[in-house]
């Protein structure tokens, strides 16, 4: 009964490469979330998304791209993979119902990406 | 999003309650304030939160001073596998389109000696 589930757990991979990675959540929340942690520990939201609006943070590069094919799922595309790529990245989702509980988030395992 | 500060560690022995602290004087009428922890090589995990009044869950208590400036997480009895990284967050919570997300902090470091 796993709430928000991320694969693949380990994903290491050529620099210039594209790869994705998928999240779903099963706890019927409105929106999703993807973070990214690195070497420092600092983790920093890349990107939020509800059926309605997606928000970018700036400092994220245009090779990353989130894809959400439905409500319980929202995927993290990278295209052309740079070293400094390497990271944690975490997805997570919270309920939308009232807005103190937006900040309610739960988070997945994490993927642990390493870029050669 | 109010500022927090934290201790950036902490000690405490199994069994005891770990009291972990957060400034946040610059905290505004609306902002709710949110604890997170994260255990190592895990996501981060949802604690509490509260606005005002004193909360308790099955994990935790919140204790907001009166001022809202500082507040303190309290894990009753702490256990080895209370040690991990505990952040205190201040947000006012989504009020319009999509949230922000989460400005982590660097958090506190609690070390459960056994």
């Known amino acids: 009964d796993t709430a928000v589930s991320q694969t693949p757990k380990y994903l290491v991979t050529q620099m210039g490469n594209d790869k994705s990675i998928k999240c779903e959540q099963n706890?019927?929340?409105?929106?999703m979330y993807w973070y990214k942690q690195d070497s420092k520990k600092f983790l920093k939201i890349m990107f939020s998304?509800?059926?309605?609006?997606?928000?970018i943070n700036e400092t994220v590069p245009n090779r990353f791209s989130p894809k959400s094919p439905d409500k319980a799922h929202l995927n993290l595309h990278i295209n052309s993979l740079e070293l400094g790529d390497s990271a944690v990245y975490f997805c997570?989702?919270?309920?939308?119902?009232?807005?103190?509980?937006?900040?309610?988030?739960?988070f997945g395992p994490g993927t642990r990406l390493l870029v050669l | 999003d109010a500022k927090t500060t934290q201790p950036t560690s902490m000690d405490c022995a199994e069994g005891r309650a770990a009291n972990l602290p957060c400034n946040h004087s610059?905290?505004?009428?609306?902002?709710?304030v949110y604890w997170y922890r994260q255990i190592h090589s895990q996501g981060p995990q949802y604690i509490i939160h509260?606005?005002?009044n004193n909360e308790t869950n099955e994990m935790a208590s919140l204790i907001i001073t009166e001022d809202r400036k500082s507040s303190t997480l309290i894990l009753p009895h702490a256990t080895l596998r209370d040690t991990a990284v505990y952040y205190c967050?201040?947000?006012?919570?989504?009020?319009?389109?999509?949230?922000?997300?989460?400005?982590f902090g660097k958090g506190t470091h609690l070390i459960i000696q056994p």
């Open positions: 610059t905290i505004s009428g609306n902002e709710y």
């Open positions: 998304y509800n059926n309605k609006e997606l928000i």
């Open positions: 967050i201040v947000r006012t919570g989504y009020s319009g389109g999509g949230a922000d997300g989460l400005t």
């Open positions: 509260g606005l005002k």
């Open positions: 706890l019927g929340h409105d929106t």
């Open positions: 997570a989702s919270s309920p939308t119902s009232q807005i103190h509980l937006r900040e309610t988030q739960y």
